[in-house]
């Protein structure tokens, strides 16, 4: 194996406070000093002609609803009841519109067989369920859900991929939930082997602790998934959060990205619609949880970024944001509510250069590799629940990107 080692600009100690690992097919270039939202100003693209122009002509503006509190009184965290009163009318509108329909509409990744698994970050599904089986401790439960469930697919995939281990002792049983927003009949605690089946219809997903307690569910998670449903939402970022607060520590969070941007307070620029903007701030939202995770570039389909979480630490993810307005996304980006949420940050971070911003984007745009933790690529690599055969070619670089001055690179 040939090494070559690498000098790489240093990573600022807020995005990488933990020890990274950045993968790709190759990597070319000095790394941003910082990873952080861009300062430019307000109005103007980034230079590069491979992003979108995206920038919104929807311009940071006060709203009405709780966050005209003054800053003073202001939480310091981002809070579900703090949702801004035109957001919390789009959720409520969606979700009407959907609880109405008997069936998923949507094609592909909707939990019809064969791909009835989302193989998210190139993980084999199967492979990452039974390893969290293996290491249960002395736990005769487990609870795995589905966002966005479509069909009820994954869950039935699930099942069988579990029924059909003969290693498991008797007493062992899953729970496997799949919540969709779309109404219609359902199965409830349906026995199948050492599984039991919830099929959530009607499910209000954007109000994600709510629904879960309105049927009894009370429960830590071991694994929740979600495939091209987050993007369709009118505030996924909160339901990103809730679901990230409804795992068990241990537990694993994958999904694919979706629309958001962050913005300073003050406001220094225009609100951002671009892919770009929204991969970048992905990083930074899973970089704050504090926990291990993973980010595979995804670009097929107008998909954004895909993610895999393990939350690391006891207790709620305290994001130091909030509400600061929505914006339309149009009908081009197969987003269903056709809206994008947007956030002020509450505690100041270092601005994004606009060379940074150009030389960051590429790296997330490859489609070949993860950037994230270095533990929890050792954990998979070693569980061998990567899903290699999906991938064009495996990754032929991995460098390490603590927070130090140089990376080391191996070539395969």
């Excluded at 965290?77 to 959907?98: A, M, S």
Aim: glycine share 8%.
């Amino acid at each position: 194996m040939l090494k070559n080692k690498i000098v790489f600009s240093t990573l600022t100690s807020f995005l990488l406070s933990s020890t990274c690992l950045f993968a790709t097919d190759s990597l070319e270039g000095p790394l941003p000093s910082s990873v952080v939202h861009s300062a430019a100003a307000a109005g103007a693209s980034p230079a590069s002609s491979s992003l979108e122009p995206a920038f919104s002509s929807a311009v940071h503006s006060p709203l009405d609803g709780p966050s005209s509190s003054s800053a003073a009184s202001a939480p310091a965290f981002l809070r579900l009841e703090d949702r801004l009163n035109n957001i919390q009318q789009g959720v409520d509108r969606t979700h009407e519109d959907l609880s109405q329909r008997s069936s998923s509409s949507w094609g592909l990744y909707n939990g019809d067989s064969p791909i009835s698994f989302y193989y998210l970050c190139n993980i084999n599904d199967p492979r990452l369920i039974y390893s969290l089986l293996r290491h249960r401790g002395d736990r005769k439960e487990l609870h795995l859900a589905d966002i966005g469930g479509g069909k009820h697919g994954w869950i039935r995939a699930a099942c069988r991929a579990i029924n059909a281990q003969t290693d498991l002792p008797d007493d062992l049983k899953i729970h496997l939930y799949s919540l969709r927003g779309e109404g219609g009949p359902g199965v409830w605690g349906e026995e199948d082997g050492r599984c039991k089946l919830y099929e959530y219809n009607g499910c209000k997903i954007e109000n994600l602790s709510a629904a879960l307690k309105a049927k009894n569910i009370n429960v830590e998670f071991d694994l929740i998934v979600s495939r091209w449903s987050l993007r369709h939402l009118v505030d996924p970022l909160m339901t990103f959060k809730s679901a990230y607060d409804q795992l068990n520590t241990g537990g694993f969070l994958a999904g694919d990205g979706f629309y958001m941007d962050i913005l300073d307070h003050p406001a220094s620029r225009a609100v951002d619609t671009s892919n770009a903007r929204s991969n970048i701030e992905q990083v930074l939202l899973l970089q704050e949880t504090g926990s291990e995770f993973l980010i595979h570039p995804y670009q097929a389909r107008y998909s954004l970024n895909q993610f895999i979480v393990r939350k690391t630490q006891a207790g709620p993810c305290q994001l130091p944001l909030r509400y600061a307005g929505s914006c339309s996304l149009g009908d081009m980006r197969q987003v269903h509510s056709q809206q994008m949420t947007y956030f002020e940050r509450l505690q100041p971070r270092k601005a994004l250069s606009q060379g940074d911003f150009e030389n960051l984007h590429p790296k997330l745009e490859r489609g070949k590799g993860v950037i994230g933790s270095q533990s929890l690529y050792t954990f998979l690599r070693t569980e061998n629940i990567f899903f290699e055969d999906s991938w064009d070619k495996p990754p032929a670089y991995w460098g390490d990107f603590s927070n130090k001055e140089e990376g080391t690179q191996e070539k395969k």
